[in-house]
């Protein structure tokens, strides 16, 4: 591989790609926690990511977008649109239906320097490129003594769409947590989208960034503030989206706007819960989490991947270990279902957590619930 990389750029020259300073230092990300307080506008999750995408393109030479549809199509979710005619063909590069290859091609790069920006139309499909995530992108680092900075961002849309069946419905948030080296993010609001994209486009090592499809043309307030072109998020920091006493829910990406409504139904009955966004799962925000838990003695998890070995159960587990003293009642998770992704409409909603199901959720752990033989 880097005698392949040696002899592209040494065709090419890196002035192909890249103008100004050779690696722009990186900007300091922002260690304060944000809030919606100075809202003045509202702004789509697509128009987030690419509103991010452009400004980091313009503050660093360094950054290019690399992956199918992304520009003359203008993204297959129109989340790189417009950025083609701006920054020309060597910096928004279209490629062929090979997940593998332009895996590859965008670790080759970042070993070198650039900082790319790898669309996968479907993380689903980066299993064909998982073993450039993994082995070449995630260990790089560790196995040169830190001589090799990968700074790479994986991104695309993550998790159940809408009738697309098993293999386009994954989530892989477990999975990548898993891996030691990767960092990964998780946005569910418009502010998330821009300060963690930026965030993970400035950071030195690779960054998988799971979106959400039904998210994408979701809008949410965003601040003064997070619309500004130094605006940056924090990697590893949860976000409490909602102050409670009688329960902490945790969620990711979309399942945190089901939380919140879940949330306001329970507020209706008496019980206060407390709702953190994690934003990050890898690193876990883990005190954040046990701060939570140790001041509503109670926990219900949230999530759309399967059960086992789940961002839930690592959750429950970091829990057990630091604030079971604190538990009134035993931990509760919400994840898929254990099969994959049925396709007719009734039964993929089945297989996929609702905002009743983490209602009733939080009333067994509160034990508000209505035991079975009493309705019977």
Not at 38 to 63: G, I
Not at 67 to 73: K, Q
Not at 90 to 102: L, Y
Not at 159 to 179: E, F, K, L, T
Request: some cysteine; hydrophobic content about 40%.
């Amino acid at each position: 591989m880097w005698g392949l990389i040696r002899q592209e750029v040494g065709a090419r020259g890196l002035s192909a790609l890249v103008s100004g300073s050779y690696v722009q230092s990186l900007r300091p990300v922002a260690a304060t926690r944000r809030h919606y307080s100075s809202a003045t506008k509202e702004m789509t999750v697509r128009d987030a990511l690419n509103s991010a995408l452009d400004e980091e393109m313009a503050a660093d030479p360094n950054v290019f977008i690399m992956g199918e549809e992304v520009g003359e199509y203008q993204g297959a979710y129109k989340i790189s649109k417009g950025l083609l005619d701006k920054y020309g063909p060597e910096r928004v590069v279209d490629t062929p239906i090979t997940e593998a290859g332009f895996a590859g091609i965008g670790v080759g790069s970042a070993y070198h320097g650039l900082r790319p920006v790898i669309e996968f139309m479907t993380f689903n499909f980066s299993m064909q490129a998982i073993d450039h995530i993994i082995n070449s992108a995630a260990k790089s680092n560790y196995m040169s003594a830190g001589q090799i900075n990968v700074p790479i961002v994986f991104r695309g849309p993550n998790g159940p769409a809408a009738g697309v069946g098993a293999q386009h419905s994954q989530c892989y948030g477990a999975w990548y947590g898993s891996v030691p080296g990767l960092k990964v993010l998780v946005p569910y609001s418009s502010e998330d989208a821009r300060g963690l994209l930026k965030a993970a486009i400035r950071d030195p090592d690779p960054v998988v960034f799971l979106e959400n499809e039904l998210l994408y043309g979701e809008s949410f307030p965003i601040s003064a503030e997070a619309l500004d072109s130094s605006f940056c998020l924090p990697i590893g920091k949860a976000k409490i989206e909602r102050e409670g006493t009688d329960i902490t829910i945790t969620a990711f990406s979309k399942m945190v706007g089901y939380a919140l409504k879940a949330a306001e139904i329970l507020e209706k009955e008496g019980i206060s819960a407390e709702i953190i966004n994690l934003r990050s799962i890898r690193p876990l925000d883990r005190a954040t989490i046990n701060a939570s838990v140790r001041k509503t003695n109670r926990l219900v998890t949230v999530e759309e991947g399967f059960p086992q070995h789940g961002v839930g159960a690592e959750i429950c587990a970091s829990v057990v270990e630091d604030s079971f003293a604190y538990l009134d009642a035993p931990v509760e998770r919400i994840a898929g279902a254990d099969v994959p992704t049925p396709y007719a409409a009734n039964l993929e909603r089945s297989a996929f957590p609702q905002i009743e199901d983490i209602v009733r959720a939080a009333k067994r752990v509160c034990y508000r619930s209505v035991p079975m033989a009493a309705t019977a």
